[in-house]
């Protein structure tokens, strides 16, 4: 039985293993671990689309180029879903 291959995306990749982060699409919103997570297909698909003929494809909106951990703002939250993204301290994220 073959492994299933690891997500293309590896800011997608990181999320999975650090769900304390949030995601930073190509267009700017930000998406919460749980939204990623549950819209892997589609980040998934977005990513092949711009491996394959860069941005003039892909929709940005599920292209995920950075993560980072909410470490201040209370007011930060998910641009899909609209969840406010939880403070995490910087130890926490360490730990991972």
């Known amino acids: ?3 299933p291959s690891p997500p ?5 990749a990181r999320i999975k ?9 190509n267009s700017g919103a930000v998406l919460c671990s749980y939204c990623i997570l549950s819209n892997m297909p589609l980040i998934e698909e977005h990513t092949k689309s711009y ?7 892909a929709d940005p909106s599920w292209f995920i180029l950075s ?3 909410n ?4 007011t930060l939250s998910c641009s899909f ?7 995490t301290s ?3 994220d360490a730990n991972h």
């Not at 470490?71 to 209370?74: K, W």
């Open 1 to 3: 039985m073959l492994a």
């Open 8 to 12: 293309l995306n590896p800011i997608a």
């Open 17 to 25: 293993r650090q769900p304390e982060r949030y995601g930073v699409s």
């Open 51 to 57: 491996l394959s003929s860069g941005l003039v494809e």
């Open 67 to 69: 993560s980072d951990i």
């Open 71 to 74: 470490s201040a703002d209370p």
């Open 81 to 87: 879903c609209a969840n406010t993204i939880p403070i």
């Open 90 to 92: 910087e130890d926490q």
